[in-house]
């Protein structure tokens, strides 16, 4: 069973920036990913790592601004949120799953941090 903690939301102003932490507490996933989920919407996949070469993909919202990376010593995973936006208010939550293919469907992700609250303000 693989538990997933994540760390470093909180309230910025627009223009600012944020760093996310996930830490898993078991083996090293084949890919986690970071979705969120803004008040009143469905979760949305932000940006997805593979172990395999980590690659990465990024929603065309969070492109430029957003960088998704691993510390597979560490079994960490983390998020660097540059040019934050009022629009990228969300509860973002970590997720991972073992099977090589990244996915941004929630549906594919077994394991889930309880997520943590990002506020940007105008």
């Known amino acids: 069973q693989v538990q997933l903690v994540e760390s470093g939301g909180g309230s910025v102003q627009a223009g600012g920036s944020l760093r996310l932490s996930c830490v898993a507490s078991?083996?090293?996933?084949?890919?986690m990913a970071w979705f969120r989920q803004p008040p009143g919407k469905e979760r949305e996949g932000v940006a997805t790592?593979?172990?395999?070469?980590?690659?990465?993909y990024y929603a065309d919202s969070v492109k430029g601004r957003f960088t998704i990376s691993r510390d597979y010593a560490k079994n960490t995973m983390y998020l660097q949120m540059n040019s934050l936006r009022p629009e990228d208010t969300a509860v973002y939550y970590c997720?991972?799953?073992?099977?090589?293919?990244?996915?941004?469907?929630?549906?594919?992700?077994?394991?889930w941090g309880k997520g943590t609250q990002v506020t940007v303000s105008s």
């Open positions: 997720a991972a799953r073992g099977l090589n293919a990244c996915t941004t469907d929630p549906q594919g992700f077994g394991y």
């Open positions: 078991a083996y090293t996933s084949a890919c």
């Open positions: 790592i593979s172990i395999v070469r980590s690659t990465t």
